[in-house]
């Protein structure tokens, strides 16, 4: 049969593919069921023959020993009174007995055991007063010899019945086993059919969620489940798309906010230098909310566009870099707001080089020291540090504030999770800033973890190896 034959018998539904399934399961057990059924009538019918004729032929046996005894004496009674009824009644005795002999000759194949009765009877039938008295005994013994050969005879019928029965059984074992493993297989095979496109499809669902649009090759099976493979090819389209328009939106409202906010900042500078005139306490005051404003919402822009980049994988570039330098730089955005908090900070003292990515570390460190910022409580501290262990770099941002309640700690590196520790301000956090460092500390081959959440101290850790020109992409 060729492949386009084999086509054309192939289930095309997932339900005909399971009835089909079911059917040749079943089948196997069905023979099976068939074949021992058939095989259990047999042997019960055996067994009742061989019931019936035993009770039969016990039954012709006891009658020929009375017989055998009433002959006996019938003899003797003639041998002593020669009288012509006895002689009647001896005759009809020995024709009867001649008859359940005759019959049970059959169940007894033994002419040397049956030809001495024969003679015996001969004998009995010719009986006058001058025959012998031991005559009639003889014939006793003899049919209790037949008797128990035919007793001899049941027993080995029997016991050929039971080694019938065990081969039977024997059978039946290993066609059970055949059977049954051939069903097994086939649960398997057909399992694996329905199963294999199923778990596809899972993975195809599993990787559109993490993020993969990838297409991949198309899945065979039920119509059903093809149909399905369609859709969520549908649906990587327009995942595709809609991830195209938001990185264009992401693009298009950052440079759109970036132009206005940057001429803001250059007007509050300018007005924060006086170079439009004195100011007096209150105007200063106004003007030092106008930069710190426009600080923020520059900080939520840049958080937007790192966000933008790492969902792009922007490459790797690994070099030599002063991590105290990198620390200090990191802290430089919000100096003023820890100023205006009071929080004293604790930064590295001892000069430490590390071949990283310069950038994405900043990244990093910028958004944990962001939120250490305006997280921390007023006149706390905030310590950084960084600990080299053989070859890797440990690096903690710990400040002192309230801890994060334990509901939000399986959610804090989610995008866009904002727990129930809200920012005071007039700018809310974005709720991506924990998020854009767990990102970027993965692009690095780093981990980032919560380390500390108690005793009113909160901190992070950032443990990443050295990397080598060969890690960038």
Known sequence: MTQNSLAKWRPNSLKQLVLVAFILVVTPLGVLLYQASNALVEQSAQGRNLAREALEISRRGQSMQQLAEDITRASRQYQILARDEIRLRLIDQINNYRQLLTIQSFALDAPAQIKPIYKQ??????????????????LIDLTRRLNAKLDKALDLRLKDLNTIAQNTQSELVVQASLLMGLSALM????????????????????????????????IGGPRELVELDEQLDWLARTLQQLEGEKQRFLRHMSHELKTPLTTLREGSDLLAEEVAGDLNGEQREIVELLQQNAHQLQSLIEQLLDYNRLGLEEPIQPRKTDMRALVNEALSPHKLMLEQKKIQVSRPEKQLFWHTDRA???????NLISNATYYGSNSGD????????????????ENSGPVIPEEDVPHLFDPFYQGSHRRVGAIKGSGIGLSIAKDAAQALGATLTLNKNQNNRVGFRLAMNALSDKDAN
Not at 121 to 138: F, I, R
Not at 382 to 397: E, G, Y
């Open 360 to 366: 994405m570390v900043l990244r990093i460190l910028g």
């Open 187 to 218: 649960i398997i095979y057909f399992s694996h059919n329905i199963t294999r496109p199923v778990q596809r499809l899972a993975n195809r669902v599993r990787a559109l969620g993490q993020g993969d649009r990838t297409f991949g090759s198309r």
């Open 121 to 138: 009877l001969d004998q009995l039938s010719e009986t006058s007063a001058e025959s012998e008295e031991d005559s009639g005994q003889v």
């Open 382 to 397: 905030l310590n950084v540090s960084f600990t080299q262990h053989d070859k890797q770099l440990v690096i903690d941002v």
